[in-house]
């Protein structure tokens, strides 16, 4: 089992920047895609983004790309999401998932969630 924890979170101003962090306990992330998803108030939640398990393939959402990056550190056995930037509509609470990456698709792994963070961007 892996348990999952996202920090990073915060209110900032349009145009401004975060970087949303994933730390996996109980097991490596090695093996696994992670990607990161958002749940705005009333909407259901969506990907934003992921990571094969070696790098090697990235999804954006058409929304967040060219502003959001996704990255991996194994040592750290943590995830990044760099997020540049920021509009209001990109206020919602971001959770992490370690999942798997096949044939351009993320399938997020039930039970594999963080407790997410909210993200809060002001006009």
């Known amino acids: 089992q892996v348990q999952l924890v996202e920090s990073g979170g915060g209110l900032v101003q349009t145009g401004g920047s975060l970087r949303l962090s994933c730390t996996a306990s109980?097991?490596?992330?090695?093996?696994?895609?992670v990607g990161w998803f958002r749940q705005a108030p009333g909407k259901e939640r969506v990907v934003v983004g992921a990571?094969?398990?070696?790098?090697?393939?990235?999804y954006y959402a058409d929304s967040v790309k060219g502003r959001f990056s996704i990255s991996r550190n194994s040592v750290k056995n943590t995830t990044y999401l760099q997020m540049n930037d920021l509009k209001p509509e990109d206020t919602a609470v971001y959770y992490c998932?370690?999942?798997?990456?096949?044939?351009?698709?993320?399938?997020?792994?039930?039970?594999?969630w963080g407790q997410g963070t909210q993200v809060t961007v002001s006009s």
């Open positions: 109980g097991r490596s992330l090695g093996p696994f895609a």
């Open positions: 998932n370690a999942g798997h990456y096949a044939e351009g698709r993320y399938f997020p792994r039930a039970g594999y």
């Open positions: 990571l094969s398990w070696n790098g090697s393939h990235k």
